[in-house]
């Protein structure tokens, strides 16, 4: 028998219990996710800790970075939401960072002969995570839209400048758009890294089964390697492109709320 | 077969099939454990951003713009300033020029009035001494021609003595005289 084996696409989204911990009765245990989620913040923080540490006229390199990061997003609030999208910033800038480091960690490989727990886990890849990054949004954009616009809010769902006799069949899609928002964000994300990773995870699994059958079969286990190459350039891409969908869905929905008597 | 019992066969067979490799995201135990550490470390990093890093990188960049706008004023400024500055200079050569053009002018014409002068007062010591000449000379003339008339006198009163045996006298030596040179 060879020692090599592919292990079950799924195992890469396995929860592994680390550490017990609740919180009266709620389970709220330290485990790999809790511990990704803890490395993606970690980082982030140490990061923008040493690009701000000494701010300065001419940035150096992490500041220039971080600056980047902040004009990205900043223009990004600005065009969609407009001046007053300014209050927005600091969640739309966290929420973009989030997730895009949690969906580019993902894509660090695992070094061979880890315990599970020690696995790479992509936080975002699990559908509660975006779920509830989605209702965050959601439920901001909902609360902010009624203390902005009082009932005016509602006007959300009938645009104005339209016959009447088109209310009745106008309103409930704006209704059932809206209700289905926080889904499509939330399935969005997670359905792209979960995907994502499966896709990598089946190339990965062919190379190890092919040079695992050995001969004529270890050489043609070139090609799903390639494959597993470009999949992951392509996975990178994709973890920006999801965490920016996020990021600028999210404003449009805030710009809703902000302007939505305009409407 | 009683409701719960079912439920709890169909628990039991849904956690047969996460073991068996069913979707590890629809294992409903881990949820609270998943959105308690979401909250706590997406609650963490949203209070430092808004607090802290976001300011800090957007201060430096408020404080690069307005930088840029002082230094970009004080170059404007200083553009005006050496725009100033060469009109002045221009100004001032041009006057330079104008000054050295009119002290030429003055200076060549003192020099020629000058000369004119010299010249005038050269002519007239000229004159003098011409005059001086002139008069010397019609002087010695007048002299000359006396003497050739007394030697004229003399030669013909010799001659009459000799051809008479007579002296004549002057009167009518000076009529004979003025009778030839008539």
Known sequence: MNTFRAASPMEQFEIVRLVDLSLGSIDISLTNSALWMLICTGAIIIFFAAATRRAAIIPNRLQSTAEVLYEFVSDLVR?????????????????FLWILIANLFGLIPTLPGLPHAAHTFTTTSHLVVTLALAMLTITIVIVYGFWKNGLGFFKLFAPSGLPFYMYPLLVPIEVVSFLSRPLSLAIRLFANMFAGHIILKLFAGFVVSLIGAGGVFAAVGILPFLGATAVTALEFLVAFLQAYVFAILTCIYLNDAVHAADH | MSLSAVIVAAAAAAEDAAEAGGLPQLDMSTWPSQLFWLAVTFGILYWLMAGRFLPAIGGAI????????????????????ADEAEDAYNQSLADAKAKAQSIAADTRAEVDAEIAEMQVETDAKLQEKLDAAEARIAEMKEEATAKVDEAAAD????????????????????????????
Do not use: C, H, W
């Open chain 2, 155 to 182: 030669a013909t009163r010799a001659i009459v003595e000799r051809l008479i045996d007579e002296a004549p006298t002057d009167d009518a030596v000076a009529r004979a005289m003025t009778n030839i040179a008539r």
């Open chain 2, 62 to 81: 408020e404080e690069r713009r307005d930088r840029i706008a002082d230094d970009l004023d004080q170059a404007s400024d200083f553009k005006r300033q």
């Open chain 1, 79 to 95: 065009d969609t939401i407009g001046a007053e999208g300014r209050r927005f910033f600091p969640y739309v800038f966290t929420l």
